[in-house]
């Protein structure tokens, strides 16, 4: 598999198409009834102007890692020479390494439109020689957001280890220099203070991607809006929620075409 390449920009059509074989910043306080907040102080599910009470927000607002964080987010937006094959690619994934307290969380992928083209996801272990997961997905890929489940492939992620991992599109099985590629950095880390315990209230699932958000988690983030976005893929509040985290992470593009 070749090594991360290329940037690239990216775009987005909303919905959800499953394939495949298919120390973190501590968790805000939740404010005292009828107390206001200050700025910096929200809590998830919430935004606040200063002098104001706080409100409910409207979309979950992603609050990356304060920690140093290998870069992330690498190639995307590039197009296939062929007329038949004609797309954007990218990995739904932050510019910075993202995390997760996943053991065996799902990776999603953007492509613009359909390819009859080879697609391989790939997993790469950095204290290891081989790939941890090497896959070629079933074709033809259709256009859409793409899931690929660590679970349903037998992976689990090591806590504190970055992960490299990508997809791509082989345009030339005997000149893969033209492979076209995207991908990014997840790692697995442990829960900040206090999520376990909100978690364990078992809140309404539709509060996952801002409790996620709110936490840096941002595979987390992205795994639960999305499954609500394949239960219920007609609603339109699920995905303006997806489109606004993607933006946050600069892929605006991405942002815009899913609402």
């Known amino acids: 598999m070749k090594a991360l390449g290329t940037v690239v920009a990216s775009t987005l059509i909303a919905g959800l198409v499953t394939v495949g074989t298919t120390v973190l910043p501590a968790v805000a306080q939740e404010p005292k009834p009828g107390t206001q907040t200050t700025p910096g102080t929200q809590t998830p599910g919430t935004q606040t102007t200063p002098g104001t009470q706080t409100t409910a927000a409207t979309v979950p607002v992603y609050k990356p890692p304060l920690r140093g964080a290998p870069a992330g987010r690498v190639g995307g937006g590039t197009r296939s ?3 038949r ?22 990776l999603y992928w953007f492509i613009s439109g359909a390819t009859t083209l080879p697609v391989e ?44 991992w990508s997809v791509t599109v082989i345009s030339d099985v005997n ?12 790692e697995r880390v442990e829960a900040p203070t206090g999520l376990r315990e909100k978690l364990a209230q078992t809140p309404p699932s539709e509060q996952l991607p801002f409790i996620y958000a709110e936490a840096g988690l941002w595979y987390d983030a992205l795994a639960s809006i999305s499954d609500l976005i394949e239960i219920r893929p007609n609603d339109a509040q699920l995905q303006k929620e997806r489109s606004a985290l993607l933006t946050q992470v600069g892929l605006p593009e991405i942002g815009e075409a899913g609402r």
Do not use: C, N, W
């Open 121 to 164: 996801v790939t997993i790469s272990d950095p204290r290891a020689v081989q790939p941890l997961l090497e896959t070629r997905l079933p074709g033809p890929v259709q256009p859409g957001v793409h899931r690929i489940k660590l679970a349903d492939h037998g992976v689990r992620l090591a806590p504190g280890v970055a992960y490299q």
């Open 85 to 106: 094959d004609m797309f954007v690619l990218s990995a739904l994934v932050p510019a910075d390494s993202g995390l997760t307290i996943s053991e065996q969380p799902a």
């Open 175 to 186: 000149r893969r220099s033209r492979d076209i590629l995207a991908g990014g950095v997840i």
């Open 81 to 83: 020479g062929s007329g």
